[in-house]
């Protein structure tokens, strides 16, 4: 019953922090979206400029539907931009869009944290949805193997969320660089785009937080059938 009780002590404040980072990327967002930047590019602009200037004009932009849904796709070559994002002005819009752009960079680059991550893609994705099912499936049929093989399969989901943390810390840092040498932001911008960039990035800080928590709290579960 201890363990039991350190696997909630641990998944509880982190899915706590995943809430208040959620809410926090959200009104930073919500925040900036409503101030132009100086200069009044779109997302979509800063976003086919910054690719072009770095070689990746193969690299297309389209928008997608959604709320935050922005992301870079490897395997088509598509960079996806939510409508708020591709025609937006403002300050939340350009930095979002150059933060995709900073993971189409990684790609071209070939940035090895990207690589691994996608690599072990579908692997995570997979030991996501399967666990509980394997776990719940080993308990009720006294089957350890299939608690074990769940738990392995989650510990490659962990270890997906611990890959991701660098992969977006370094497009955001790609993105502000590009922002700033390439004269989209003035000075007093580059301050509220570091605030959105670094707030997207504190929920990935939390997905993996809840991440870690849950594979320790299978750990211990799995511990109390021993």
Known sequence: ???????YLLVIPAIIFTLIAQTRVKGTFNKYLK????????GAQVARDILDRNGLRD?????????????????SHVLRLSPQVYDGNSIASISVAAHEAGHAIQHGVGYVPLNLRNTLAPIASFGAQAVWFLVFAGFALQMLALIDV???????????????????????????????????????????????????????????????????RLVLLRGRRD
Request: proline share 4%.
């Open 150 to 216: 769940g738990i392995v399969l989650y510990a490659a989901a962990v270890i997906f969320q611990i890959i991701t943390l660098p992969v977006e810390f370094n497009a955001s840092s790609r993105a502000l660089e590009q922002l700033e040498i390439n004269g989209f932001i003035t000075a007093n911008e580059v301050s509220p785009a570091r605030s959105v960039l670094n707030a997207a990035a504190l929920t990935y800080v939390a997905a993996m937080a809840v991440s870690v928590a849950q594979l320790i």
């Open 1 to 7: 019953m201890f363990n039991y009780n350190i696997g």
């Open 35 to 42: 101030v132009p930047n100086t200069r009044g590019y779109t």
């Open 59 to 75: 690299v297309r932009i389209e928008t997608v539907g959604g709320y935050l849904s922005d992301h870079y796709d490897p395997r």
